[in-house]
Nanobody
Framework: EVSLVESGGGLVQAGGSLTLSCAVS????????????IGWFRQAPGKGTERISE????????YYADSVKGRFTISRDNAKNTVYLHMNNLKPEDTAVYYC?????????WGQGTQVTVSS
């Protein structure tokens, strides 16, 4: 099964920056990194899961939720099978567990999550 490993979370002051990484591996036979869309989701305490960004690996098309548009940037490194989420001007309301998700042709895979805490 596809493996996604997030890293880069931590504690940062409001206005600061963090970069999250999502390393993808263990593709099923016949799959490659290019076959996937990789998304970032987050879940804040007591709230539902929010889809915040996604990138289509093959063509680089991106999506951003309004809540992060202009502050977060998603990028990919095809050679490393890794997607990054560059987060700038962080706000306390960005505090959440951040998960990456890989999807292709109706199959979905999740990482274990990484905690981001933004202090005011």
């Amino acid at each position: 099964e596809v493996s996604l490993v997030e890293s880069g979370g931590g504690l940062v002051q409001a206005g600061g920056s963090l970069t999250l990484s999502c390393a993808v591996s263990r593709f099923p036979l016949g799959d490659t990194f290019d076959d996937y869309g990789i998304g970032w989701f987050r879940q804040a305490p007591g709230k539902g899961t929010e889809r915040i960004s996604e990138i289509v690996i093959t063509d680089g098309v991106t999506y951003y939720a309004d809540s992060v548009k202009g502050r977060f940037t998603i990028s990919r490194d095809n050679a490393k099978n890794t997607v990054y989420l560059h987060m700038n001007n962080l706000k306390p309301e960005d505090t959440a567990v951040y998960y990456c998700n890989a999807d292709t042709f109706g199959r979905y895979y999740w990482g274990q999550g990484t905690q981001v805490t933004v202090s005011s």
